[in-house]
């Protein structure tokens, strides 16, 4: 996934349809292409996953993300619109799938909940390492075969993926939900379903605000990562007068170090059992400030270079606050979604996500850069909203 982040404005933006080079309006439709297929079939596969086992869908999401990758070798917008759908798909298991799985793995030994947290902080320490590599890589592979080939190289990383998931996990399933009917009667369902896990979200407040939480933020920075890269080469053409020499994989390398300095931070504030809704409070307040600065500078048209360093700044600081949001909202979410519903849940929240998203980029003309960034803003300050109340509810029930 790190492989091709960087490079998929280039790969879609260097597509020649019927002699007409391919516009931002076209890239941004290929890639709500993806968001409606996951906001469409998440929570099919998300209950698909609890059901017939979470070990099955990351396997799943290799094959399919495999496929969406090697789509992108083809010209024809037919093919890549299958491949978007495809990657979609995959996308909601990659969400899903293996943090189910190991919630899941970790409940089943004794006292393995309790190290959940740190075990979140040191894999998204860990994934934010290997990005910074994946940066590189993805570089010399676009220099060597064209902006395809990053995602010929990411085959064989999922590849490899899939296999050592194969040989090295066992399976594990969701536990069987107990249900409680209107008269006040429960039963035990054997699969989840969709319906029951709606049920679960509305009785209980707390789940609805992890939620939203999960939908505002990763919103915005599904948002941000299609529009980093024209923001930035926007300031640049203003800055330095061209765009040719601007280098997209070091500047996402220089992202996942933010997102490493972020995770490590969350680490250690775990360690020093700060709770985690206290330290997602203060990190969306950083990134809504953030993200509205990049908003702002996004609309300078002043030829100096104070707007890239103002807005490189302000995208390492979200950077930062992303590296602290996945460990974060994974602990949350191992704290307030039960594990008979956890995959459906996860992409139950991401409807609303895929919504969102897709609005942005059915609007995209005339919202353009800046008004895109500005979204991203609203949302974060939404999200900021609800880790506080989160916040009020939970240490209210410890005084109870």
């Known amino acids: 996934d790190w492989l091709q982040g960087p490079y998929f404005y280039q790969v879609y933006s260097s597509k020649v349809f ?48 495999s496929l969406g990758a090697a789509s992108t070798k083809s010209q024809i917008l037919g093919v890549l619109l299958f491949g978007r759908v495809m990657s979609g798909i995959g996308t909601s298991l990659l969400f899903s799938a293996p943090e189910s799985w190991l919630v899941g793995e970790a409940m089943s030994k004794e006292s393995g909940g309790d190290y959940l947290g740190e075990t979140f902080g040191l894999a998204y320490a860990g994934d934010a390492l290997v990005a910074i590599i994946a940066g590189q890589l993805a570089g010399a592979a676009a220099g060597a075969r064209g902006p395809t080939g990053p995602f010929e190289l990411s085959i064989g990383f999922l590849a490899a993926g899939a296999a050592l998931a194969s040989f090295l996990w066992k399976e594990n399933k969701a536990e069987k939900a107990v249900v ?180 942005v980029f059915l609007s995209i003309k005339r919202l353009g850069v800046s008004g895109a960034l500005s979204v991203s803003t609203g949302a974060l300050a939404l999200a900021t909203a609800s880790i506080f109340k989160l916040k009020s509810m939970s240490t209210a029930a410890k005084s109870s």
Request: glycine share 8%; with cysteine.
């Open 18 to 65: 019927q002699g007409v080079p391919a516009s931002l309006a076209v890239v941004s439709n290929l890639f709500l292409t993806g968001f409606a297929s996951t906001a469409l079939f998440g929570p099919l596969v998300g209950r698909w996953c609890d059901s017939k086992g979470r070990k099955r869908g990351t396997l799943l999401f290799a094959f399919l993300y």
């Open 180 to 359: 409680s009917s209107h008269d006040g009667n429960t039963s035990s369902s054997a699969d989840p379903t969709i319906r029951d896990a709606l049920k679960v979200v509305m009785d209980d407040p707390k789940i609805m605000l992890v939620g939203a939480v999960q939908s505002l933020f990763e919103a915005a920075m599904y948002i941000f990562v299609l529009q980093w890269p024209p923001a930035v080469s926007a300031v640049v053409a203003n800055a330095f007068g061209g765009t040719d020499g601007t280098p997209y994989g070091t500047v996402f390398s220089c992202f996942m170090a933010s997102c490493l300095l972020g995770s490590t931070i969350f680490g250690q504030l775990v360690k020093r059992n700060v709770p985690t809704e206290t330290s997602t409070s203060a990190m969306l307040t950083v990134a809504t400030v953030a993200m509205g600065i990049a908003a702002w500078v996004s609309t300078s048209t002043t030829v100096v270079a104070m707007p890239l360093a103002a807005l490189v700044a302000a995208f390492f600081a979200f950077e930062g606050c992303v590296g602290m949001y996945f460990p974060s909202i994974g602990t949350l979410r191992s704290k307030y979604v039960p594990d008979s519903h956890r995959s459906v849940i996860m992409n139950l929240f991401g409807i609303p996500l895929n919504v969102l998203v897709v609005s």
